[in-house]
């Protein structure tokens, strides 16, 4: 049986055999001993986006993994797309250059000249929809304004937007390109948050998953 360890872009955490190409963390959020999640789904507010693959490190999946007690909770993505738009950011340890590229476009996209971490974390903590954001709607005309990167959702399936259309998600990769029109009608939602919109109007490019080129 998979772990419950797979992130979707709406934030939630399932069980999936899939794992993508990005770990990353919330917190403890699990028990060692059973491999499960608790109730909770998030120990603090920086959540972040982290290597697979880091200084020949070797961890455990949701088992002990710092001295005997649980370390974080290893969750994994598609995509750098989808964790954004699950409201994670690029972690500093890992991927300093990544984040540091991230904070710094955050700061011009606000008019922020010194910005920290912990500012992104708290404005994101308020819009992520798995801590209680509530997604706004978007339009069809709308979706045009909208950055490469960006996702949305159409009930419970979600898109990634990409050079003028919307690419279908799931756990194991994208769907091909669909027009805009094709959701006329529809009660569409921004998953991303709007932070992180901001920061992708800034130039951030995010790593996606080798099938939104196919």
């Not at 909770?40 to 972040?48: C, D, T, V, Y």
């Not at 598609?78 to 300093?96: I, K, N, S, Y």
Request: charged share 25%; net charge positive.
């Amino acid at each position: 049986m998979p772990l419950q360890n797979r992130v979707d872009p709406f934030g939630v955490i399932r069980a999936m055999p899939e794992r993508g190409l990005f770990t990353g963390n919330r917190g403890i959020i699990h028990d060692p001993e059973t491999k499960t999640l608790l109730k909770k789904r998030w120990a603090l507010q920086a959540w972040i986006i982290c290597l697979c693959q880091f200084r020949n490190a070797r961890r455990e999946p949701m088992g002990r993994n710092r001295g005997g007690k649980a370390g974080w909770t290893e969750l994994f993505f598609l995509d750098e797309v989808t964790a954004l738009a699950a409201g994670h950011r690029p972690c500093f340890f890992c991927r300093r250059e990544r984040a540091t590229d991230f904070v710094s476009r955050f700061g011009k996209a606000f008019g922020i000249p010194e910005t920290r971490a912990p500012m992104v974390d708290k404005q994101l903590h308020r819009e992520r929809l798995a801590s209680g954001g509530q997604p706004p709607p978007v339009t069809v005309p709308e979706l045009r304004d909208l950055p490469d990167g960006a996702m949305i959702a159409d009930g419970d399936t979600a898109y990634a937007l990409r050079s003028g259309r919307a690419l279908e998600w799931s756990f194991a990769g994208y769907a091909g390109p669909i027009a805009f029109d094709r959701f006329a009608g529809r009660p569409l939602r921004v998953l991303t948050p709007a932070t992180t919109i901001a920061v992708l109007r800034q130039g951030f490019a995010p790593a996606w998953h080798s099938t939104a080129d196919t």
